[in-house]
């Protein structure tokens, strides 16, 4: 299967700390990206090649990777990360897929 | 700095061909991967397609027969055609550049509204 998915919602106290998964089998092979996006906005990259950052974002934002299950972990979670949060990677037949995103709320 | 300028016609009738450019300032086309991404009610994010500075296209299999990518490095453009437009093909479009299997920047987004 090519399909990524996600949890839809995830909530966080502020400071906290908060996971976001995103399982497939293509993450077996490929690294995720994940991409961070407001209401009205495009889409920001903020994890690339599993665990890098681009340049200016914050470092409580990293990425990991386990088997078929990426992981975006945000530590210490502040209230501008309140977003929706995609991964992303490609698959075998050279498609590149999204998964269905997850909300963070942030208490 | 890099920054990506899009625009194209946002109001379309079905079976018509939408159309959409994307201007790249403050950079070079060369090593990077030039793509088109669409966020829409139905599928979220999805790949649309991309181009590299030498004209090799890579599309997304479910658009490949409707979509068309070309890139006029001369102007420092590239651009998008998707034929057959339907209701389904609703929704915001973007350009965005591409390295390492990341996109890295984004232009501003583009809402195409496919009326029947």
């Known amino acids: 299967s090519s399909g990524l998915t996600q949890d839809p919602a995830v909530s966080v106290a502020l400071g906290q700390t908060v996971r976001i998964t995103c399982q497939g089998d293509s993450l077996r092979t490929y690294y995720a990206s994940w991409y961070q996006q407001k209401p009205g906005r495009a889409p920001l990259l903020v994890i690339y090649a599993k665990d890098k950052r681009p340049s200016g974002i914050p470092d409580r934002f990293s990425g990991s990777r386990s088997g078929n299950t990426a992981s975006l972990t945000i530590t210490g979670t502040q209230a501008e990360d309140e977003a929706d949060y995609f991964c992303?990677?490609?698959?075998?037949?050279?498609?590149?897929?999204f998964g269905p995103g997850t909300k963070v709320t942030v208490l | 700095q890099v920054q990506l300028q899009q625009w194209g016609a946002g109001l379309l009738k079905s079976s018509e061909t939408l159309s959409l450019t994307c201007a790249l300032y403050?950079?070079?086309?060369?090593?990077?991967?030039w793509s088109w991404i669409r966020q829409t009610p139905g599928q979220g994010l999805e790949w649309i397609g991309e181009i590299i500075d030498s004209g090799i296209t890579f599309y997304n299999p479910s658009l490949t027969s409707r979509v068309s990518v070309s890139i006029d490095t001369s102007r420092n453009q590239f651009s998008l055609r998707l034929t057959s437009v339907t209701a389904t093909d609703t929704g915001v479009y973007y350009c965005?550049?591409?390295?390492?299997?990341?996109?890295?920047?984004w232009g501003q987004g583009t809402l195409v509204t496919v009326s029947s």
């Open positions: 965005a550049r591409a390295y390492t299997n990341a996109w890295d920047y």
């Open positions: 403050g950079g070079s086309f060369s090593g990077y991967r």
């Open positions: 992303n990677s490609p698959d075998s037949s050279g498609n590149r897929v």
